[in-house]
T-cell receptor, first 115, second 117 residues
Framework: NAGVTQTPKFRVLKTGQSMTLLCAQD?????MYWYRQDPGMGLRLIHY???????AKGEVPDGYNVSRLKKQNFLLGLESAAPSQTSVYFC??????????????FGPGTRLTVL | AQKVTQAQTEISVVEKEDVTLDCVYE???????LFWYKQPPSGELVFLIR??????QNEISGRYSWNFQKSTSSFNFTITASQVVDSAVYFC??????????????FGKGTLLTVNP
């Protein structure tokens, strides 16, 4: 059981370049999330998905797009990277269990620098 | 809107001291969940505890204990006899209903705990 994995672990981009971050989970979780972590800001939700083929915006969605074509994968895209998107990105997943809200399991993070 | 406040940005203690990390929250949901996560220097986020709003019993797990007080909207975390390995950033988080069975977590800004030998 790998849990939640993220690819790549590190990346440096130039302003205007595009890239895709891949998140994969092998726990058959319905919910998946993308967060960014910036110093002194905690974690902020970018986008989330409640199931295959569905996505929704979080707190800070501008400049990002997502897709969930398969239940186990959640992709985060940056179409035209900006220095303000320099951050550590975390993917998480959680299990739906009736009305119970379960903990989110996090990936190891991707450190992205935009020059 | 939901809000989680961790007023202590940084705390520094000497090993074996007890330390309490504060968490105060605001919510309009009648049913909600609270969480604590640990982020050690290696960077991963480790789940510590989940508590639902109907269960106000305090919980103890080894050297860790949690005090949930609905009347003051607080969910504080105490480490007894702290150790150097407890050094980490600790995040408190609150669930927010988004409609149906959908929800998200709102995180506090975290408290950096440094335990010195």
């Amino acid at each position: 059981n790998a849990g939640v994995t993220q690819t790549p672990k590190f990346r440096v981009l130039k302003t205007g370049q595009s890239m895709t971050l891949l998140c994969a989970q092998d726990m058959n979780h319905e919910y998946m999330y993308w967060y960014r972590q910036d110093p002194g800001m905690g974690l902020r939700l970018i986008h989330y998905s409640v199931g295959e083929g569905t996505t929704a915006k979080g707190e800070v969605p501008d400049g990002y797009n997502v897709s969930r074509l398969k239940k186990q994968n959640f992709l985060l895209g940056l179409e035209s990277a900006a220095p303000s998107q320099t951050s550590v990105y975390f993917c998480a997943s959680s299990h739906l269990e009736g009305q119970t809200i379960n903990e989110q399991f996090f990936g190891p993070g991707t450190r992205l620098t935009v020059l | 809107a939901q809000k989680v406040t961790q007023a202590q940005t940084e705390i520094s203690v000497v090993e074996k001291e007890d330390v309490t990390l504060d968490c105060v929250y605001e919510t309009r949901d009648t049913t909600y969940y609270l969480f604590w996560y640990k982020q050690p220097p290696s960077g991963e986020l480790v789940f510590l505890i989940r508590r639902n709003s109907f269960d106000e019993q305090n919980e103890i797990s080894g050297r860790y204990s949690w005090n949930f007080q609905k009347s003051t909207s607080s969910f504080n975390f105490t480490i007894t006899a702290s150790q150097v390995v407890d050094s980490a950033v600790y995040f408190c988080a609150l669930s927010e209903a988004l409609g149906g069975s959908n929800y998200k977590l709102t995180f506090g800004k975290g408290t950096l705990l440094t335990v010195n030998p």
